[in-house]
């Protein structure tokens, strides 16, 4: 049985992880008054309880959960209620060693930390059913559970397992994949290097080995470990539609490409029935912030433009980086209300009650372990409050103004080996390019690499593709189409280059964007590290640009904008601008980052007609709409005061660091 939109039943989410098992009994009950307290509306429970609940193999322990369950919902709070598969118990592993998994050097990893799991393993997939259908049967139909919460964070700390249960494994996704040897030596390019395959039993894992290992048999392994993880979410999904109907299911995403290379998150998102993410600030130096705009956006395409839910994050530190610095005064309302104006139907954080032991005791939570005599604690309610003032915003919608490609398939090929230099790195060309519409206070939708040639110009007036080095076939053609109807495209360099099997395309570089770009280029000749070029343009401007140059061969129509001034490619067309019937597209064949990159995603919006808002840095302005009116997010990660300009044209203050929600009612 389908389950109903995501927010039929759910409220406007306010809470956080709650383990009660971690507890005795006696500390619950103060717990639930102290939710109430603090405006909690949900709570994430049981993710990590399979040993309390099955604490032998088909002996389950129900009463505590009965009794956390009835304690929450006479409190009026909703329970998202996890399947504990991420952790099975230890007399699993006892029991089924082999479900551990084996690293790419062949070293079994061993049970004590959480994620240690082969996702091909049979036995590990019977238990983890089991419980589920288990814990279905009980709670399916009670009241309090509105949301079904599967695993957590798939793909963290382990993905791929090399045991011999997964080559089998991929050897049959592989058949699925290919039909015949043929064609798999066809894609791999295995006629490099003498690896033809002359049997579907001579293939394995790409195990360590003397040299580079065959990328396209590394891409394929990483999509399969992706595609093993993700039958084993839809096993235990399927299950819980079964068992508890019109009760809608999740698994809690890590969008943000800081926080790792993990899993394909547009194809995970067609499996969930609410998208829900973790997000977590990375203290390395950069403007938070922006990241946090960025995951916040990307979640929110993932979904589709519709409901999600930021299901983790921090009050304040966390205690797995190098360095865990606290929130300063208004951070927390400030991270929470910036994901909740890009589309979040709630805030929820990792976790209720701070822990006193295990390796998360240092992780801030709701509650610290101080109580609630403290700033956090006072933080935590006031933003209760406001949450709660937000109900009327359920189910409006965020609306971008500019596009982005991204693809973590594109990615996961460009990491691999033997590129033309170890520093590229597609999560950075994102983040600048973001950052770089961010400071102009724009807001980002993205866009998978397929079916942009029904982009519609004015919807989308400007795409960005800050670097897609594995473009599928068909994706040039897209663009041109987009470009021709009025569109503006601006690519960066070491784009179009191979098709999804790691693969030139035929002819010159960039390959599948050659002819909507109208150049082509002749040669990479990327930088040394600490080498820079310098980049002159057209109207005397002057860029610093590293990493990367290349010789570019403009073809008929397209115009140089900017020449490299010195270097190796001195003279030679650092950016370009191809007229495509009523569009433009913008060639930039060097890595410029701050002010200088900036200077030309200007360049672009102008051909765009698009006119940046006249706000302060590190003020954000953000626009949730629907059927119950327009709420303005003015949000301000400044020491000062600003003033932002409301539709009727007055000016409204927001106090430095405050955020403020404006809204138009209809």
């Not at 019109?246 to 890590?254: A, E, H, Q, R, S």
């Not at 693969?503 to 109208?518: C, E, K, N, S, W």
């Not at 002159?536 to 020449?563: I, K, Q």
Request: charged fraction near 20%; charge should be negative; include cysteine.
């Amino acid at each position: 049985m389908p389950s109903p939109a995501p927010h039929d039943r759910l409220p406007l989410a306010f809470g956080g992880d709650y383990n009660p098992e971690q507890w005795p009994r006696e500390v619950w009950e103060e717990d639930v008054r102290l939710m109430r307290e603090a405006g909690v509306t949900a709570v994430s429970l049981g993710v990590f309880s399979w040993a309390r609940l099955e604490p032998r193999p088909g002996a389950y322990d129900w009463e505590w959960l009965d009794t956390v369950i009835g304690l929450l919902h006479g409190a009026g709070i909703a329970v998202n209620l996890g399947t504990p598969t991420v952790v099975p118990p230890a007399w699993f592993y006892r029991a089924h060693p082999d479900a551990l998994p084996v690293t790419r050097e062949g070293v079994r990893l061993a049970f004590g930390s959480r994620g240690a799991i082969c996702h091909s393993n049979p036995e590990y997939r019977a238990a983890a059913t089991t419980i589920t259908r288990a814990l279905a049967e009980r709670y399916g139909s009670h009241p309090a559970v509105v949301l079904w919460h599967v695993h957590n964070e798939y793909g963290a700390p382990v993905l791929a397992c090399y045991c011999d249960v997964c080559a089998a494994a991929f050897r049959g996704w592989l058949r699925e994949r290919y039909d015949t040897l043929d064609a798999l030596n066809h894609a791999w390019g295995t006629a490099f290097w003498g690896q033809q395959y002359g049997d579907w039993e001579e293939i394995t894992p790409p195990r360590a080995t003397p040299s580079v290992c065959n990328p396209t048999q590394q891409l394929d392994y990483h999509r399969f470990a992706d595609a093993q993880a993700r039958a084993n979410f839809v096993a235990e999904r399927d299950i819980l539609h079964r068992l508890s109907p019109g009760v809608p299911v999740t698994t809690n995403f890590m969008v943000a490409p800081s926080q790792g290379q993990t899993v394909d998150y547009w194809a995970w998102a067609k499996e969930v029935d609410l998208v829900t993410n973790d997000h977590y600030l990375m203290t390395d130096g950069r403007r938070t912030h922006v990241n946090l705009a960025l995951a916040a956006d990307l979640t929110r395409s993932v979904a589709g433009g519709g409901p999600w839910l930021l299901l983790e994050h921090a009050t304040s530190g966390v205690n797995w980086q190098p360095y865990n610095p606290a929130k300063r005064p208004g951070e927390m309302a400030r991270n929470s209300l910036g994901h909740v104006a890009r589309g979040s139907e709630g805030a929820m954080f990792f976790q209720w009650r701070q822990s006193q032991s295990g390796a998360e005791k240092f992780h801030t939570a709701m509650l610290a372990n101080s109580g609630t005599d403290n700033r956090g604690w006072r933080e935590v309610t006031d933003l209760g409050r406001r949450v709660a003032g937000l109900a009327d915003l359920r189910g409006t919608r965020t609306r971008g103004d500019v596009a982005m490609v991204w693809s973590w398939d594109s990615w996961w090929a460009q990491s691999l080996e033997w590129r033309p230099s170890q520093d590229l790195d597609a999560r950075e060309r994102l983040d600048s390019f973001y950052e770089a519409l961010y400071d102009r206070h724009l807001t980002v939708d993205f866009l998978p690499p397929t079916g942009l040639g029904d982009l519609d110009p004015e919807r989308y007036p400007l795409l960005v593709v800050p670097q897609l080095y594995s473009a599928p076939v068909g994706v040039g053609a897209d663009l041109e189409r987009y470009v021709a109807r009025g569109g503006t495209l601006l690519v960066s360099f070491f784009s179009g280059i191979v098709d999804e099997n790691d693969t030139l395309h035929p002819g010159a570089y960039p390959g599948a964007l050659r002819d909507v770009l109208g150049l082509t280029v002749e040669e990479f000749d990327p930088l040394l590290p600490g080498e820079t070029v310098s980049v002159r343009g057209a109207d005397g401007s002057s860029y610093t640009a590293d990493l990367w140059s290349e010789v570019v061969l403009p073809g008929a129509g397209c115009e140089t904008v900017a020449v490299f001034a010195d270097g190796r490619t001195a003279g030679g067309a650092a950016l370009t601008r191809h007229a495509v019937g009523s569009g433009t597209a913008w060639y930039l064949a060097t890595r410029l980052t701050g002010a200088d990159l900036a200077t030309v995603v200007d360049l672009a919006l102008a051909d765009a007609g698009i006119t940046p808002v006249d706000l302060p840095r590190d003020v954000e302005l953000v626009v949730r709409e629907g059927e119950s009116g327009t709420f303005r997010f003015a949000v301000n990660h400044t020491g000062s005061e600003v003033k932002v300009v409301l539709p009727d044209g007055s000016r409204a203050a927001v106090p430095a660091g405050g955020v403020e929600v404006f809204r138009d009612p209809r």
